[in-house]
């Protein structure tokens, strides 16, 4: 469980970073990379550790970056509105597409390390002869 943490906070850093120097909004693109780059780096060959690194990636992701644009809209002293009339189909939508994709980079992570050819060990070294006594 340590490796699946560790590799979800790595994953948020990583679309983090993503997100702050992409020109455009990518949306959960950065979160889906990001999660499958981590997945894949620090090996988790469970669909559960992988789990929980998708999802991590993901909330974290979608947190800091909502905090990160509430808090520039509060320096610049505008305020946020939302109008009820104005929701596209995508506001509603997008929560259910970010934990459907998060399934699948999960899913495409641990089946890439799954697919890995496992390192070649070295052979074991012959013991070493007793000195005579």
Same mark, same amino acid.
């Given at each position: 469980m340590d490796r699946s943490i560790k590799a979800g906070v790595s994953g948020f850093l990583l679309a983090i970073t993503i997100n702050l120097f992409s020109p455009i909004y990518l949306d959960?693109?950065?979160?889906?990379?990001?999660?499958?780059?981590?997945?894949?780096?620090?090996? /988790?060959d469970a669909l559960r550790d992988g789990l929980v690194a998708a999802f991590m990636t993901y909330i974290f992701n979608d947190g800091i970056l909502g905090t990160i644009s509430l808090a520039m809209l509060y320096s610049?002293? #505008?305020?946020?509105?939302l109008d009820i009339?104005?929701?596209?189909? $995508?506001?509603?939508?997008?929560?259910?597409?970010?934990?459907?994709?998060?399934?699948?980079?999960?899913?495409?992570?641990? $089946?890439?390390?799954?697919?890995?050819?496992?390192?070649? #060990? /070295?052979?074991?070294p012959s013991p070493q002869p007793l000195p005579p006594v």
């Open positions: 959960f693109i950065p979160s889906f990379l990001a999660a499958i780059f981590a997945i894949y780096i620090f090996r /988790l610049a002293n #505008e305020s946020y509105t009339s104005d929701i596209s189909i $995508w506001v509603v939508l997008s929560p259910i597409v970010a934990s459907i994709t998060a399934l699948i980079a999960c899913y495409i992570g641990v $089946w890439l390390v799954q697919k890995m050819k496992p390192a070649r #060990e /070295l052979p074991p």
